[in-house]
T-cell receptor, first 117, second 116 residues
Framework: GENVEQHPSTLSVQEGDSAVIKCTYS??????FPWYKQELGKRPQLIIDIRSNVGEKKDQRIAVTLNKTAKHFSLHITETQPEDSAVYFCAASIRPSLMGGGNKLTFGTGTQLKVEL | DAGVIQSPRHEVTEMGQEVTLRCKPISGHNSLFWYRQTMMRGLELLIY????????DSGMPEDRFSAKMPNASFSTLKIQPSEPRDSAVYFCASSFTSGSSYNEQFFGPGTRLTVL
């Protein structure tokens, strides 16, 4: 099955700096890569996703890049703010039609991001 | 829409007792997922359903765990008998899947289970 590795496990940055979180996946059939943000005591929430036909996607201060050849993808947060402090999870999914319906997500182990004032 | 609804939000029970967690997916969604989150193991998929049919239960840890989805608006995750190592936050999530398209999985608020 799919295996997703995520690094680093913790990341501390100064407010205004950039933060980068990296993930690798094992199954070359995976072609959907969402990122979730989980604040303390809350549920995971989708912040951005990318599909395999796209190399980069940007949404305001957040961007995700995908390298299918190397099987890795990254989350970039620019101009970090204290409210960006949370745990971030990457995930990978195989096309639903290959799995009999529904897109099963395999999650990375999470990155605790702390933005310091 | 109220989003994914889970109950109870907190459950404290003693080892050996039966525990039933409940989930109501977002109306119109046809895929439902049960996850377990712990510090040691992170976010693990236990089982997921598509159109009320279990598709993949390979993440269910052992026979003490079972899940059902009797209709499109309700699912249960049962642990019997419960053990202290089952203590975790259990999330239910739902999404709409059509063909080979991807859609966001929406998570419920979770059930924090403590087994003493």
């Amino acid at each position: 099955g799919e295996n997703v590795e995520q690094h680093p496990s913790t990341l501390s940055v100064q407010e205004g700096d950039s933060a980068v979180i990296k993930c690798t996946y094992s199954d070359s059939a995976s072609n959907y890569f969402p990122w979730y943000k989980q604040e303390l005591g809350k549920r995971p929430q989708l912040i951005i996703d990318i599909r395999s036909n796209v190399g980069e996607k940007k949404d305001q201060r957040i961007a995700v890049t995908l390298n299918k050849t190397a099987k890795h993808f990254s989350l970039h947060i620019t101009e970090t703010q204290p409210e960006d402090s949370a745990v971030y999870f990457c995930a990978a999914s195989i096309r639903p039609s290959l799995m009999g319906g529904g897109n099963k997500l395999t999650f990375g182990t999470g990155t605790q991001l702390k933005v310091e004032l | 829409d109220a989003g994914v609804i889970q109950s109870p939000r907190h459950e404290v029970t003693e080892m050996g007792q039966e525990v039933t967690l409940r989930c109501k997916p977002i109306s119109g969604h046809n895929s439902l997922f049960w996850y377990r989150q712990t510090m040691m193991r992170g976010l693990e998929l236990l089982i997921y359903f598509n159109n009320n049919v279990p598709i993949d239960d390979s993440g269910m840890p052992e026979d003490r765990f079972s899940a059902k989805m009797p209709n499109a608006s309700f699912s249960t995750l049962k642990i019997q008998p419960s053990e202290p190592r089952d203590s975790a936050v259990y999330f239910c999530a739902s999404s709409f899947t059509s063909g080979s398209s991807y859609n966001e999985q929406f998570f419920g608020p979770g059930t924090r289970l403590t087994v003493l």
